[in-house]
């Protein structure tokens, strides 16, 4: 059984999620028997496109053409299973992030196969075909069968380990015939240079234990001093401290990075929801009976007035001698 | 113009998940029953687009598939301000399976907009919406965080990495909406609450289709190890700690 795996590319580039999505369609095509095959639309580089071999992709799919400048789900959802079905893949694979939520779907009804959403383990068998995911936003771990012989998973973020394992490849443009797309863009707004709170491996959040949107200063120094991206809880948000394009929580953003700092925020369970597949949660609060501290692996009581700006020496400290 | 908000009834977020002793289903016992918080959100914003588009759009209607026991949820939306619910009376055992159901109400009783909020609160699915629209082969618009009614055409924003794009498509389209959509959900007035009683609830069969996936079993997660303090007064030892011991720094 191969594994189709559709990497996005941003700008003709490949992310850590990209790398890890390829590890994981290896070891399950290894599981199964067969090959992972990539696939990607948009120009990209061909020593980029040879990265994805380092990772244990055989074969490199490119799509290319105006059709599929903008992301328009229909058409990228009908290449991914036309290229499927095209390479004898029965298991499609992609993120389980914006673009795979909106592809996935489609690609599903498309070759009549269930899908798992978020699944954050290889399969646990094959016959029957059975993967894990969370259920009840964490709260519940879920074993899901697909019954079906076509089969479509997308990957939670972070739940698989990068591993290189570099193999021969091909690389192949893929001629999808593009259908005439229903959907219009008219506009794009986008900034470039500022880093992804998404993609960010360290993030740095804070709530309202920062008792003012002035006194953001020490926060924004301490996400510079380690290269990380800022972020707020909801009450921030919607006091206007911060923009809403940095609350994260079950109904904001959903993040997974590494290190996710938790300053001044109780941890609702709506917060916690959207932050807790990072790898490492620390916490700083008053209240050493916040309910933050659950959910962090390391915590610090006392006032971010004092604690902060020893955060932002200490890191700089650290940042000096590694 | 007709939209169509597709509603999940969901477990309260702040419910204790238990399982049931064979490990195959989750005990459901005294849960309060929600309408999904996305699927809130979005039926508050088609509220709001109908009020605001002058007539334009003239009808709101509800839909959820589901047994008889699912109604109290569909009269809260209904109470709430939808027009009218529907009910595809079977048990919602896959996405598949749902959005398959809805399709085929839809092929009899077209929309323009129909919306699905990104995700449902209790298996996390993600993919109603974009099944449905690939079932009726019309667009769909994932991650929208605003919709909004221009002359005669629903424009929307659609968040991307690091921004958003505006996108208008040809109708029936699916938006699959996100945060951003409506800032906080409509709470039903007493008025409504009295009107929901007299609005229809129209309960519909469900044609024949194979769920494509199964929940076999479930676990609790493992309880995570307690959190380690670390001294006010010695932050560099949390550096240290970050550095050598989780080797994330």
Redesign the interface.
Known sequence: MSVLVYTEN?DGKFKKSSFELVSYAHAMSGQAGGEAIALTIGEVANEELEKLAQYGATKVLSIVGDAYK?????LY?QAVAAAAQANGCEIVLMA?N?EG??????V???L???????ATALAQSFD?F?VR????????????????ANKVVTLAQNSFEIMENPVAFVAEIFDADAAE????????????D?L?L??AE?VVSGGRGMKSGDNWGPLEELANV?GAATACSRPVS?EGWRS?EE?VG????IIAP??YFALGISGA??HIAGVSSS??I??VNTDPEAPV???????????LK??LP??V???K??KAN? | MKILVCISNVPDTTTKIKLNGDQKSVDMTGVQWVINPWDELALTRAMELKEQSGGKIDKITVITVGEKTVEPTLRKALAVGADNAVRIDTVPTDDYYVAAQIAEYLKKEPYELIITGIESSDYNGSAVGGMLAEFLDAPSISSVSNISFEGDAFVMKKAIDGGNETVTADTPMVAVVQKGIAIDPRIPAMRGIMMARKKPLLVEAPVEIEALTEFVNFEMPKPKPPVKMVDAENVAELFRLLHEEAKVL
């Open positions: 941003w903008e992301m328009d789900a229909a959802a389980n914006n939520k909106g592809i996935a779907p489609r599903a009804v498309k009549k196969a269930g899908l798992v959403s978020g029957p059975v995911k969370n259920v009840f936003n964490g709260k519940a771990i879920g074993y899901q069968q697909i019954k079906s797309s229903k959907t219009n863009v008219s506009a794009v707004d986008k900034v470039t500022k992804l998404t993609d360290i380690l919607d809403h609350h079950q109904t904001g953003k590494d290190v369970i709506q790898k490492v620390v916490a501290f659950e959910a962090a692996d390391y915590g610090i009581i006392g006032d004092t604690v020893r955060m020496e200490e890191a400290a650290f590694s």
